[in-house]
């Protein structure tokens, strides 16, 4: 079995509407619209979870029905929640537009950005069986979240702790700049990135530039597949697994929970991948960015 992990990142509330055809500016679309829980890092951690694998979730969530039902949900799923509540700012949304292969996000943090160094060192008390920490990229985005964020990787290494960072969305990276990004993540054990955010932080959909930054370096190409580099070696590269994309929300969290649970575990990098392609192609499966049996 996998050591535990800390995950450190948003929890939110999805809206999600799936529809099919094109989206209908101005006017109406049709389409299936649910509340869903969601949220970067808890979507990994709850996979990770239904892995087998022990998880700590660590985030901020508002003191409101929503945090109520997202806290809920995790220690449904088995997830160690060392997560807090506030009364200053309400739980975050994310508006989910989606559609077969594709998805556009609306995104408001809420408290998520109220992460704290404080948040982490609780986390790392109340883990002291934790081998390795996962920090979703959201959180190094906001200024206000981006201390704890930095401190989450630093306290885990100091720890003896591995790392690992999803660089997460390629448009709040654009914002903040790729280079200034792989500085605050510099020497991190894994650093994940899909194709756009490759080409934002490198320039180039290759992982292999990438693992001058991290230990190793994984690029996630969705239907094509994902690849691995470390440095000195030669790049490893794994096909998809066969799935019928119904929604691709969470996928990529998915991949990460696949591909950490397996590398901890001592496997190589292609089994590593494999079980990342694994999940994410469970993920894109069904509507909603969770592990299905994690469903109300």
Not at 1 to 19: C, K, N, P, Q, S
Not at 130 to 143: I, K, Q, R, T, W
Request: overall charge negative; glycine content about 12%; aromatic content about 4%.
């Amino acid at each position: 079995m996998t050591g535990r992990i800390i995950v450190v990142g948003d929890i939110v509330t999805d809206v999600l509407a799936v529809y099919n055809g094109q989206l209908v500016t101005d006017s109406d679309t049709p389409a299936r619209v649910a509340l869903t829980a969601g949220g970067s890092a808890a979507n990994t951690a709850t996979w990770l979870a239904a892995a087998g694998t022990p998880v700590t979730m660590v985030g901020v969530v508002g003191d409101d029905a929503a945090g109520d039902a997202r806290l809920g949900e995790l220690t449904a799923a088995g997830v160690d929640a060392v997560v807090r509540q506030v009364a200053d700012a309400a739980t975050g949304t994310v508006v989910v537009l989606s559609r077969a292969d594709e998805r556009t996000m609306l995104c408001d943090r809420g408290a998520n950005a109220r992460l704290t160094e404080a948040d982490i060192d609780r986390a790392l008390a109340a883990a002291g069986d934790a081998v390795h920490l996962h920090l979703s990229g959201y959180a190094l985005f906001d200024g206000e979240s981006r201390p704890a964020g930095r401190y989450a990787l630093a306290a885990a290494r100091a720890a003896g702790l591995t790392t690992s960072v999803d660089a997460a969305s390629a448009g709040p990276l654009r914002r903040v700049g790729g280079a200034r990004f792989l500085d605050w993540v510099h020497g991190t054990d894994v650093l994940l990135a899909n194709l756009d955010e490759a080409v934002v932080l490198v320039g180039a959909p290759d992982p292999v530039p990438l693992a001058g930054y991290a230990r190793h370096a994984v690029v996630k190409r969705g239907a094509d597949g994902a690849s691995w580099a470390t440095s000195g070696s030669s790049p490893v590269d794994v096909p998809a697994q066969p799935a019928r994309a119904v929604d691709v929300t969470g996928a990529g969290d998915a991949f990460a929970a696949g591909l950490l649970r397996a590398w901890l575990a001592g496997a190589p990098p292609v089994d590593a991948l494999r079980e990342g392609a694994r999940l994410g192609a469970a993920a894109v499966s069904v509507a909603g960015a969770r592990p299905p049996a994690t469903r109300a």
